[in-house]
């Protein structure tokens, strides 16, 4: 059975009876069409009454959630030339960053007609890659990046400037690897190095927030000119565990936390923090890998489309007021944007 949670439930278990119900009028050869249809629409506004009240601790569940698509699951969807490339020539190839190129405007799902290929420029994709199973997520890192997964952004960074690539940046990652091997090859001075190439940048880029958003981990591959949140997403400076851990000595308060991070995408968007939420299909990106592709597909083009047509013709060269600057001058008032609509206070 899929995995799901303890509010997910009540939708869970009507679903189960309208597959039943599905299931014997298959096999009886009996009409059980009234009845499936009211199952239908009770199911339909469960799922919209559920999801209307979720307290902000479980939204951080539902980025969460085992089945929602990974950066690869997008890719896979949107970008089916995709070619992965690997290593930061240095160290290893860390496969908890997915780093590759692929050809824009990405596709239609389930479209037969498609840009003729004389119109379609190559692009720069990086993304936190979560595993599956547990081989795969012990491959993966659980999304976890060490110092050799940045430098191998940085190096692919520093090409696709070279090469008027636009870069695409999908974050989902609880945050940096914190492990002794990962510190002693550097991990924040690759952090810091892979937010300073990504400042530095003379072509256009877009990221989003596709699941979870942690720390300088999700921030390493999230200074773009455009950052964008899907609607059941978090992006904060710390987990909500790691947070009720410091604040309070105690992890188990990671709901009360998650509360006071403020880290939801609506408060964030208001903060300034963020450009735009992205929509998912009802319920969640989970129950619609097709469409909840779809809806970020057509983010992407409404918002990075604009971008490349500023880009300069091959062989010049952007001046800073195009892409380097703006993406500077964003950044640089995030903060006094957050202060003014969020003030601390004593004892919060």
């Not at 039943?20 to 009409?31: C, I, Y």
């Not at 929602?68 to 930061?88: A, K, N, Q, T, W």
């Not at 619609?288 to 971008?307: F, H």
Request: with cysteine.
């Amino acid at each position: 059975m899929e995995a799901f949670f303890e509010f997910e439930k009540p939708i869970v278990n009507l679903e189960k009876k309208l597959q039943d119900l599905r299931e014997l009028a298959k096999q009886e050869g009996v009409d059980f069409g009234d009845e499936i249809n009211i199952l239908e629409k009770k199911v339909s506004t469960l799922i919209d009454e559920t999801y209307a009240k979720l307290t902000p601790w479980q939204k951080v569940q539902l980025s969460r959630h085992p089945g929602r698509p990974y950066s690869r699951d997008y890719v896979d969807i949107l970008f089916p030339d995709f070619m992965e490339l690997h290593g930061d020539r240095a160290f290893s190839d860390d496969q908890a960053i997915l780093a590759g190129v692929a050809t824009w405007p990405p596709v239609v799902p389930g479209a037969t007609e498609q840009l003729p290929e004389s119109e379609r420029i190559p692009v720069l994709i990086l993304g936190h890659q979560k595993g599956r199973n547990t081989k795969q997520k012990m491959e993966r890192n659980f999304a976890m990046a060490r110092p050799d997964g940045y430098r191998k952004a940085i190096r692919l960074m520093q090409m696709a400037d070279r090469l008027k690539m636009p870069v695409i940046c999908l974050i989902d990652t609880p945050g940096a690897y914190p492990g002794m091997d990962a510190e002693e090859r550097g991990q924040s001075q690759a952090i810091a190095a892979s937010i300073e190439c990504m400042f530095q940048l003379g072509v256009p880029s877009i990221g989003v927030v596709i699941g979870e958003g942690g720390s300088g981990g999700a921030l390493a591959i999230g200074v773009t000119n455009a950052l964008f949140m899907m609607e059941y997403s978090y992006y904060s400076v710390i987990a909500p565990e790691s947070c009720a851990a410091i604040l309070w000595s105690d992890s188990s308060l990671a709901e009360r936390a998650s509360e006071k991070l403020k880290m939801s995408p609506p408060e964030l968007l208001r903060m300034g923090v963020i450009d735009g939420i992205i929509p998912e299909p009802k319920g969640g990106a989970h129950r619609d890998w097709n469409l909840a592709a779809n809806m970020l597909r057509e983010a992407m083009l409404k918002n990075l489309q604009p971008l490349i047509k500023k880009m300069a013709k091959p062989g010049k060269k952007n001046d800073r007021s195009t892409f380097i600057d703006p993406r500077i001058e964003k950044f640089r008032k995030m903060g006094e944007i957050a202060l003014a609509h969020a003030p601390i206070t004593p004892g919060a």
